[in-house]
């Protein structure tokens, strides 16, 4: 494909060669090159190099396969809607809240010895609380005590409730200190299990004056399960897909065509969710996959669909026959597809190295409908083209629709004016665009990690209204306490627990706890309580310093083993999960992309700079997402809550969601300018008609997933605010300063060395995105012809 031989410079002076180079040479164009722009539709067919003969990639082989077998396709398709249906409505239940550590923890190990050393009583201790207060009655009022004993017979009905405990004698904890409230502790087997004790307060709540509210463990997570179902609705099915609709009408111009990517979409969320179900019969989910899954449905199958008819029109449009167009787009548009899923997969995967339940999760459910997604652009597609033709462009809309069948439609003349202005002055173009993308990236120095916990819920849910009421009226008690384990040294350890008792009895974060043994006498446990949310920084840094500092401070020289458990030591634990893996999860993903773009376009360089654009979209939408959500500059106006810490998950998260969207842009566009390049030898007629038959289709795929993205940050949970927003801004980064200024700009720089590859790395495969060559066009059919302007 390469010669050893330099191109010599065009009489513009560009694209001159350097030393080392290795170019085609454009002086003497194969036969499918032709001599101009269009040459290779200019004939009825085209002549082949004898090399390329016969050379048909998979992804031709798949499409020539389900064109041929269009409806048995279809129904193939069919049926796997209608099983995946079937799953969901029967398997796609158990979906957890839980986020935890996969493996062994500290913690983990600190409960396991708690609970041995403490037999059935460890198990007996309260998962959530009701709160009864009154401004005027105490608790030693008949009218009180009889609400609570109603409310407590009431609560112990309920299934799945058991240990319900209301005590209003004097000295009770379960009383307040200013005897206007008491607790009913009460411990419930599951989330399902406290939605009924959540309705009985809710009924209780008002009567005679009194305030009832419930919070804890289940109620929590009951009430996150709730706001991630009324995202998924509000968010982006009412918003992210109806925009998308607008976008794809407005892009395509015809309403056939508009509706057939919002299909695929929908067929792959579809699939996709039927094999999650099939995987939450064996493994656990968190509930948020159903979200990841319609969100990236959405996005991919779009996204993915719109690349591909994109490209059968424009072939169309060139006068290719139904069946040439099918197969040229299958050679270019449906490998792009292919690359672009292979590195949206390779990206995603890299978060099973962190060993954390919620990622593995979204993750899988990401990799899934990816997977799904390309299979769909890949067979489906191709079937359906088939049998539409060129009724693809039926239902045009007016004026966005007036030039479809044009050959010269995908050519915007916008586009080729904004490359051109920004080609002419590469240097600068290249310095206001990086320059802004780094000032935008400088606040991630300022970001901080952290949970998401009730204080961030919205304060009309049960679990926060219960939690305030807890906070103020029962400050000094816990329903999460910091277990503390120790397991064999020397007979000082119960002395050195005692001691370690009095030092957390005066400390601010902690209060007075107790000091209880097993029958044997091995394991010694000290439970104390630990003020505010459990999950939240500071009680996290609390348990942190007690780990490093108190604890080591305190049986120094006992030989003891001492562990820390409880909710608070499980977020330190999962932050810590979180984080240790970053290097590898980054080296992973960025190695794998680079390999995966070298063998596609056996290019260092273009390798080398796709990764640092994509890093440096995801610098600035770091960055962006720091100064809005913890500098809360911004935050009123996008109806967001300033908080000092990003969720832990969302930043590796985002950089994986990230680079695999980017890259899918990446390669719908350098596939383009590489075909170009190779067809006429020079770097910027590549780069700016490369762009030009692009960018309203990249723009369209990525103002799509903006929407959908939009989606996840106008609903109510604070994590999927962070993740829809960074995303959503980093995309319109993207596919406007990245792809518009900054890629053009960097690739005029560079001329030649755009296409540098080492003689040593010959060797390597090709994963070809380009065709080898074009395709024959066929003898319009009378029936197929394309429609006319």
Do not use: C
């Not at 039927?274 to 019969?281: F, S, V």
């Not at 999760?361 to 890949?378: E, K, R, T």
């Not at 050959?407 to 202005?421: H, Y």
């Not at 566009?669 to 020079?682: A, C, F, H, N, T």
């Amino acid at each position: 494909m390469h010669n050893d031989s330099f191109r010599k410079p065009d009489e513009a002076g560009q694209d001159a060669p350097d030393p080392g180079m290795r170019a085609r040479s454009p002086a003497h164009p194969t036969a499918t090159q032709g001599v101009g722009p269009d040459a290779a539709h200019d004939t009825g067919v085209a002549a082949l190099p004898p090399e390329g003969r016969g050379s048909v990639g998979l992804t031709e082989r798949l499409a020539a396969a389900s064109t041929r077998r269009a409806r048995l396709v279809l129904a193939i398709w069919g049926i796997a809607v209608v099983v995946a249906l079937i799953l969901i409505g029967t398997s796609l239940k158990g979906l957890t809240t839980s986020v935890h550590v996969v493996g062994t923890t500290q913690s983990s190990q600190a409960e396991a010895l708690y609970r041995q050393a403490l037999g059935a009583s460890a198990g007996q201790r309260p998962t959530d609380v009701i709160v009864v207060s009154s401004k005027s009655s105490t608790v030693s009022d008949g009218s009180f005590q009889q609400l609570v004993a109603r409310l407590a017979a009431q609560v112990r009905t309920a299934p799945g409730v058991s240990h319900v405990t209301a005590d209003l004698s004097a000295g009770s904890q379960l009383v307040s200190s200013d005897h206007h409230a008491a607790l009913i502790a009460l411990q419930a087997a599951s989330d399902a299990a406290i939605k009924p004790v959540v309705k009985d307060v809710q009924s209780a709540n008002g009567s005679g004056g009194f305030s009832v509210a419930v919070t804890g463990d289940h109620t929590v997570a009951n009430d996150f399960s709730t706001l991630s179902t009324s995202d998924l609705k509000h968010g982006e099915l009412d918003f992210g897909l109806p925009i998308s609709i607008v976008i794809l009408l407005l892009v395509f111009g015809a309403v056939v065509a508009g509706l057939m990517p919002m299909l695929m979409g929908l067929l792959s969320i579809s699939v996709g969710l039927g094999i999650a179900a099939l995987l939450a019969r064996e493994f656990s989910l968190s509930v948020f996959i159903v979200n990841m899954m319609t969100g990236m449905g959405l996005a991919l199958g779009i996204d993915y669909s719109l690349f591909t008819i994109s490209r059968f029109r424009e072939e169309r449009g060139h006068g290719r026959g139904k069946e040439a167009a099918i197969r040229m787009t299958a050679a270019t548009a449906s490998r792009a597809v292919l690359l672009s899923g292979s590195t949206f997969v390779v990206a995603l995967l890299g978060m099973f190295l962190v060993p954390v339940s919620l990622l593995r999760s979204l993750a899988a459910g990401a990799v899934i409908v990816g997977v799904v997604s390309v299979a769909v652009a890949l067979t489906l597609l191709p079937a359906l083209l088939s049998l539409v033709g060129d009724r693809v462009n039926s239902l045009r809309l007016p004026i966005v629709g007036r030039n479809l069948g044009r050959p010269d439609a995908a050519e915007a003349r916008i586009w080729r004016a904004v490359t051109g202005r920004v080609m002419r002055r590469p240097a600068v173009s290249l310095a206001l665009a990086g320059g802004f993308m780094v000032l935008a990236a400088v606040p991630v120095l300022g970001l901080h990690i952290g949970q998401s916990g009730v204080t961030t819920l919205p304060a009309n849910l049960p679990s926060k209204q219960g939690y305030l009421a807890v906070q103020r009226y029962f400050p000094g008690q816990s329903q999460d306490p910091v277990e503390i384990v120790a397991v064999g040294g020397t007979g000082t350890a119960r002395a050195d627990l005692a001691k370690l008792e009095a030092v957390l009895a005066g400390d601010p974060p902690f209060g007075p706890g107790t000091v209880q043994a097993s029958p044997d006498g091995k394991i010694l446990t000290l439970t104390v309580p630990i003020r505010g949310d459990a999950v939240s920084g500071q009680d996290v840094a609390a348990v942190l310093s007690l780990r490093q500092q108190l604890i080591p401070s305190a049986f120094a020289g006992s030989g003891a083993q001492v562990y820390v458990g409880g909710k608070s030591a499980e977020e330190a634990d999962y932050f810590h999960a979180v984080t240790s893996p970053t290097p590898y999860v980054l080296a992973f993903v960025l190695g794998l992309s680079f390999v995966l773009l070298l063998l596609a376009f056996r290019s260092l360089t273009v390798a080398a700079v796709s990764i640092a654009l994509n890093l440096l979209s995801v610098g600035a939408a770091y960055g962006l997402l720091t100064l809005v959500f913890i500098h809360g500059v911004g935050a009123g106006i996008f109806g967001f809550k300033q908080v000092p810490v990003i969720d832990a998950w969302v930043p590796l998260f985002m950089f994986s969601v990230l680079f695999a969207l980017s890259m899918d842009y990446q390669v719908f566009l350098m596939s383009r300018i590489k075909e170009r390049y190779d067809q006429y030898g020079s770097t910027r007629e590549a780069v700016a008609g490369g762009v030009a038959s692009t960018a309203k289709i990249i723009t369209g795929a990525a103002l799509i997933i903006v929407a959908v993205f939009a989606g996840f940050a106008r609903g109510q949970l604070l994590q999927f605010q962070e993740m829809g927003f960074g995303v959503a801004v980093a995309l319109i980064l993207d596919a406007t300063l990245i792809r518009l200024v900054i890629l053009p700009s960097t690739l005029s720089l560079l001329g030649q060395r755009s296409w540098y590859l080492p003689r040593w790395l010959d060797w390597l495969p090709h994963l070809q995105v380009e065709p080898p060559e074009a395709p024959s066009t066929d003898e319009p059919d009378a029936v197929e012809a394309p429609s006319p302007a």
